[in-house]
Nanobody
């Protein structure tokens, strides 16, 4: 099992940037496929991005493609979400998630049900 602790959320103006971090503890972090999801007020939790165990395979939701970048540093047991050109629509609680997997990113990694472990979330607020 793995425990996930998120940080880096905050208040930023539209067009600004923010980097979220997700620190993992537990055995064999490097074998986990990692994902980011978000949940805005009154909406369901939605997929944002995912990265394979090696960092060589990534995937993004259409709404963030070209603006967000997911990456990982297995030596630091940390996954990042670099968010650029932020929009008010990006306002949400952001969650990181993990599942033991050596596979590349596929469409099925967009589903919440694919992941076994979740962080408690960090608030991102983008003002207009």
């Amino acid at each position: 099992q793995v425990q996930l602790v998120e940080s880096g959320g905050g208040l930023v103006q539209a067009g600004g940037s923010l980097r979220l971090s997700c620190a993992a503890s537990g055995r064999a972090f490097s074998r986990y496929l990692m994902g980011w999801f978000r949940q805005a007020p009154g909406k369901e939790r939605e997929y944002v991005a995912a990265v394979s165990w090696s960092g060589s395979s990534t995937g993004y939701a259409d709404s963030v493609k070209g603006r967000f970048t997911i990456s990982r540093d297995n030596a630091k047991n940390t996954v990042y979400l670099q968010m650029n050109s932020l929009k008010p629509e990006d306002t949400a609680v952001y969650y990181c998630a993990a599942v033991p997997s050596y596979s590349s990113i596929g469409y099925y990694h967009q589903s919440r049900e694919r992941y076994d472990y979740w962080g408690q979330g960090t608030q991102v607020t983008v003002s207009s």
